[in-house]
């Protein structure tokens, strides 16, 4: 902003908008105290975080659970819901006020040339699309099957009938209805690998398991980390905010509790579909976990820089406007293609059953509407 602006004199007929916006926008450091409040938000956002984190994963990898395949549909489709209105409300709207065509920063300098959100946005969606295409075409070529093979409600429903599965229930696919373990991990070997001319040990078929599962893993896990960074990087600057914020700290501290829970009902049903082979067996946990660190220890950061930091800085709005504007197409992508389209559309294996159909449509707009209806205080 020009040193030559006083705002106690401004002729508005004359006056750069820029500089009018820009000394409207700014802000200094809001620190109010209650700092013990805000220490509490450091373990509470951990501990239900982290929970609702572990819960599809662990409804999915442990079997003396034993989860009633309902409670798993809703924690799954919720979490599908809650992955698409956080793309849209609670990243891209965000991105709009940090450096859309209104604000300081999209009307100062080559940020003025442009609407900068959704076009970050887009770029996101393409490159996950690409990374999503060539694994999947690799997959293809290289050993001779496509990714719509097992249907990860039936491990759920095997838990109950067959306390016999073993390790071989946790292996599932990433789309929802996808997946058959029963026989259908082996069903599919045998289709993918024209196994009806073999004659195996069953050594070798659990061998030939292995090797499905291993070839699907790696073909989904790059995006799901994508994914995960996305919605880490959303959680990092929401925590950096709850530990800076003033007046609004008493408001959003509960709605940013469930807003973290959901989320990371969000993450664990898009984990709890991936087939981690058995020597990768640890890796859902650790991704669980890091999740549930990440809003906790930024807050701790923002109680450490409480006095100095200030989130609507010039600075920190194009940061924060770039960041959200990335994860806002990665989740676009991943919630709208991975989550509803391959599982609703797409899925040779959806369920027939109709009150299921239901109660899974139930579930994914429950999960968005209420984080929609979340983006209103945070």
Same mark, same amino acid.
């Given at each position: 902003m020009s040193s030559t602006f006083d705002p106690t004199n401004v002729d508005l007929d004359t006056a750069d908008p820029a500089q009018v916006?820009?000394?409207?926008?700014?802000?200094?450091?809001?620190?109010? &105290?209650?700092? &013990?409040a805000r220490i509490s938000a450091v373990f509470v956002i951990l501990v239900v975080s982290t929970v609702a984190t572990f819960f599809p994963v662990a409804a999915v990898r442990v079997r003396m659970l034993k989860m009633p395949l309902y409670v798993y549909m809703f924690a799954r489709y919720f979490g599908a819901g809650v992955?698409?209105?956080?793309?849209?409300?609670?990243?891209?709207?965000?991105?709009?006020?940090?450096?859309g065509p209104q604000t300081c920063v999209g009307m100062t300098g080559g940020w003025a040339s442009y609407s900068w959100p959704p076009a970050i946005a887009? !770029?996101? !969606?393409?490159?996950?699309?690409?990374?999503?295409?060539?694994?999947? #075409?690799? !997959?293809?070529l290289?050993? /001779?099957?496509s990714h719509t093979d097992v249907n990860v409600e039936d491990i759920i429903v095997k838990q109950h009938e067959d306390t016999a599965i073993g390790e071989s229930g946790t292996h599932q696919h990433l789309h929802t209805d996808d997946q058959n373990l029963g026989g259908g !991990?082996?069903?599919?070997?045998a289709s993918a690998f024209q196994s009806d001319k073999m004659e195996t040990t069953v050594t070798d078929v659990e061998a030939l398991k292995e090797s499905v599962n291993?070839?699907?893993f790696r073909e989904q896990i790059a995006a799901f980390l994508i994914l995960e960074f996305g919605v880490i990087v959303h959680s990092v600057i929401i925590g950096l905010n709850l530990g800076v914020v003033g007046s609004e700290f008493s408001k959003l501290y509960p709605v940013i509790v469930f807003h973290q829970s959901f989320e990371g009902l969000g993450i664990g049903a898009r984990m709890s579909a991936i087939p981690f082979p058995k020597k990768y067996r640890y890796l859902p946990w650790i991704l669980c976990s890091a999740y549930g660190l990440t809003?906790?220890?930024?807050?701790?950061? &923002?109680? /450490?820089? #409480?006095?100095?930091y200030s989130s609507g800085s010039f600075t920190a709005n194009i940061v924060a406007g770039v960041l959200d504007s990335t994860s806002a197409g990665i989740l676009m992508y991943t919630g709208l293609v991975e989550l509803l389209a391959r599982d609703f559309l797409f899925n040779p294996h959806r369920s027939k059953s109709s009150s299921q159909l239901t109660f899974m449509l139930v579930s994914l707009l429950a999960g968005a509407g209420i984080m929609a209806l979340l983006g209103k205080w945070a």
């Open positions: 916006v820009c000394y409207i926008n700014a802000s200094q450091n809001d620190y109010n &105290g209650h700092l &013990g992955i698409v209105a956080t793309a849209f409300i609670h990243l891209l709207d965000p991105a709009y006020a940090e450096i887009l !770029v996101s !969606v393409i490159f996950i699309f690409l990374l999503d295409f060539s694994a999947e #075409r690799y !997959v293809e290289k050993f /001779g099957f !991990v082996l069903s599919t070997s291993l070839h699907l809003t906790p220890l930024a807050i701790s950061i &923002g109680l /450490g820089v #409480r006095t100095t």
